[in-house]
């Protein structure tokens, strides 16, 4: 099963793109991934380039808005989550949609891990991972991971060292 997921935001997407069959035993391989503009356009071509996916997996945001900047944000990107959403599912792809809280929580054990916990659990889960990564792109790689594992089954917890 290949998994495109995405974690969006007002000026760029991560993106992720990981593929998981039964003899992998639950750890999916990293395919490709990278950063894209949240344009239209751009998030389109993307999809297009990957038609083969079998689920598409959308961060979406969770947050009140109680600030004029923060509200800004948090609607613009919710926007382009609604953008990803409505163009996969255009183009007959399942689509799941999860906060960060809750992938996180799946993939550490904590909804709150910081991206040095997530770039340690993503470079556990998933083979393939190349060297120099960006926090968005595992981001959206922590979310295939999440996705594309059963749910029923547990991860495990990192642990943060200091």
């Known amino acids: 099963?290949?998994?495109?997921?995405?974690?969006?935001?007002?000026?760029?997407?991560?993106?992720?793109v990981a593929n998981l069959t039964p003899e992998m035993r639950g750890r999916p391989t990293f395919l490709r991934g990278g950063k894209v503009d949240s344009a239209f356009d751009s998030i389109r071509c993307l999809l297009d380039e990957n038609s083969n996916v079998d689920i598409v997996a959308v961060e979406t945001p969770a947050g009140f808005i109680h600030e004029?900047?923060?509200?800004a944000q948090l609607l613009e990107t919710r926007g382009v989550a609604g953008r990803i959403d409505t163009i996969a599912r255009?183009?007959?792809?399942?689509?799941v949609e999860m906060t960060a809280g809750e992938w996180r929580r799946q993939l550490t054990g904590k909804a709150n891990a910081s991206d040095a916990v997530?770039?340690?659990?993503?470079?556990?889960?998933?083979?393939g991972l190349p060297k120099r990564t960006n926090a968005?792109?595992?981001?959206?790689?922590?979310?295939?991971?999440?996705?594309?594992?059963?749910p029923s089954v547990p991860l495990g917890c990192i642990q943060e060292y200091k």
């Open 118 to 127: 997530i770039k340690r659990a993503v470079t556990m889960f998933a083979y």
């Open 90 to 95: 255009m183009r007959s792809h399942n689509v």
């Open 68 to 71: 004029h900047a923060r509200g």
């Open 136 to 150: 968005h792109m595992r981001d959206a790689l922590g979310l295939a991971i999440v996705v594309l594992r059963k």
């Open 1 to 16: 099963m290949i998994c495109l997921a995405f974690d969006p935001g007002p000026k760029s997407c991560g993106f992720a």
